[in-house]
T-cell receptor, first 112, second 114 residues
């Protein structure tokens, strides 16, 4: 699976949009971009994933560049409960047995 | 609906003891994964089951680690003769079998080996 690069940490003001970048310049055509987050002392929580097109759900939006070499996770109105480590993962999606390879993630601190 | 559950949530073991960690996946989920998360690190893959078949155990760190899923539902991760370096959070995840399927994680079992 392709390697990802994320900033180690970011701060965001409560109520503002949090934009978390991820670089995956070696991504292959059959690899999906996944985002998970992990709140302290909990298991990772799925947020969103995409292949080529931008995606939106009730939690977040995922913007993938046209060349697919980078993406941005957007939390439109960050709350204190969004403080967590956010992991960007690329993974081949056509094999159910493919594990998730977590990097260091971005530690997002939402401040009042 | 019910998510992935794991038990116990916390386990303290003396070095050399055997431990067994349980995972109840989401009902109907065919795939089941175990991950190990050391303090301050991201989770690392241990092993993967599809139904009762263990298709990938490449991440198990030593032959002291053993996992099973005999009926294709509940899974148990067993660690024999625990060592201090086994101290970590052990996470279980389950998923359906389809392209791009999502893995859903349990809360983890925090193991401390003294």
């Amino acid at each position: 699976d392709a390697k990802t690069t994320q900033p180690t940490s970011m701060d965001c003001a409560e109520g503002r949009a949090a934009n978390l970048p991820c670089n995956h310049s070696t991504i292959s055509g059959n690899e999906y971009v996944y985002w998970y987050r992990q709140i302290h002392s909990q298991g990772p929580q799925y947020i969103i994933h995409g292949l080529k097109n931008n995606e939106t759900n009730e939690m977040a939006s995922l913007i993938i560049t046209e060349d697919r070499k980078s993406s941005t996770l957007i939390l439109p109105h960050a709350t204190l409960r969004d403080t967590a480590v956010y992991y960007c993962i690329v993974r081949v999606g056509d094999n159910a047995g493919n594990m998730l390879t977590f990097g260091g993630g971005t530690r997002l601190m939402v401040k009042p | 609906g019910a998510g992935v559950s794991q038990s116990p949530r916390y386990k303290v073991a003396k070095r050399g003891q055997d431990v067994a960690l349980r995972c109840d996946p989401i009902s109907g989920h065919v795939s089941l994964f175990w991950y190990q998360q050391a303090l301050g690190q991201g989770p690392e893959f241990l092993t993967y089951f599809q139904n009762e078949a263990q298709l990938d155990k490449s991440g198990l760190p030593s032959d002291r680690f053993f996992a099973e899923r005999p009926e294709g539902s509940v899974s148990t991760l067993k660690i024999q003769r625990t060592q201090q370096e086994d101290s970590a959070v052990y996470l279980c995840a389950s998923s359906l079998v389809q392209e791009g399927e999502t893995q859903y994680f349990g809360p983890g079992t925090r193991l401390l080996v003294l």
